[in-house]
């Protein structure tokens, strides 16, 4: 099994990415983002289920980030509009059998090996 994530780069403040997740091997129920910052523990950003009907998102980026995914092509996708310097993280996607979304991480059994997303003020 292999989650390969790609779409980070470098952006302006207010600018827009939209980060992809491939997965091979087989398919999950829920699947998510989360990010790290330089100097801080990996953090929650969104998980959607299987249908994509149900999706949480982190407090900090809700409205400005929409998670999907499109099951015949295996993949996830994280949308970013309005990013802010403080989205600067190196992003990850994980994924889960169960169905029932979660924020912990420890929840998660896959990790993708991440991508940098880096906002300039």
């Known amino acids: 099994v292999q989650l390969q994530a790609s779409g980070g780069g470098l952006v302006q403040a207010g600018g827009s990415l939209r980060l992809s997740c491939a997965i091979s091997g087989r398919t999950f129920n829920t699947m998510a983002w989360f990010r790290q910052a330089p100097g801080k523990e990996r953090e929650f950003v969104s998980a959607?289920?299987?249908?994509?009907?149900?999706?949480i998102y982190a407090e900090s980026v809700k409205g400005r980030f929409t998670i999907s995914r499109d099951n015949a092509k295996n993949t996830v996708y994280l949308q970013m509009n309005s990013l802010k310097p403080e989205d600067t993280a190196i992003y990850y996607c994980?994924?889960?059998?169960?169905?029932?979304?979660?924020?912990?991480?420890?929840?998660?059994?896959?990790w993708g090996q991440g991508t940098l997303v880096t906002v300039s003020s």
């Open positions: 959607i289920n299987w249908s994509g009907e149900s999706t």
């Open positions: 994980a994924a889960r059998t169960p169905t029932v979304l979660h924020r912990y991480r420890a929840s998660y059994n896959y």
